[in-house]
């Protein structure tokens, strides 16, 4: 919930000393008006989905973000990672403009039911 990524979109390669990391390293470009993603040097630890598709540090993630209408983005992902799978596949997300929807902060423990106490013993109930 309280992370980020960096699109490089300045043209430059992957490091080499690049350390594989959850998020990877994402270069971006304009194909007319299509913003392309690609993201490698992931460290085979990242959720692909839900359902827990599995995966490797060989993957590669190219992203295409495409307005379709003017309240509708939408997003094709591709994964190719030839360790885990036979040939690349292909989903889609599409989102809405929700101009009047306002996110909340995300705590974890709202209720604070596993919150120490004043000496570091944990309380539970």
Not at 2 to 22: E, L, N, Q, W
Not at 37 to 49: M, S, W
């Amino acid at each position: 919930m309280h992370s980020f990524r960096i699109i490089h979109m300045d043209g430059r390669p992957m490091p080499a000393d690049f350390k594989p990391t959850y998020l990877g390293y994402s270069a971006g470009r304009w194909e007319g008006d299509v913003l392309v993603v690609e993201t490698t040097g992931l460290n085979g630890y990242t959720q692909v989905d839900e359902e827990g598709r599995p995966k490797s540090s060989s993957m590669k993630v190219t992203e295409r973000y495409m307005k379709r209408a003017p309240d509708l983005l939408e997003i094709t992902y591709t994964l190719d990672d030839p360790r885990t799978y036979s040939r690349p596949w292909t989903a889609r997300a599409q989102y809405r403009w929700a101009p009047t929807l306002r996110f909340s902060e995300y705590i974890c423990e709202e209720n604070n039911r596993n919150k120490p106490d004043a000496s570091g013993k944990l309380r539970t109930r």
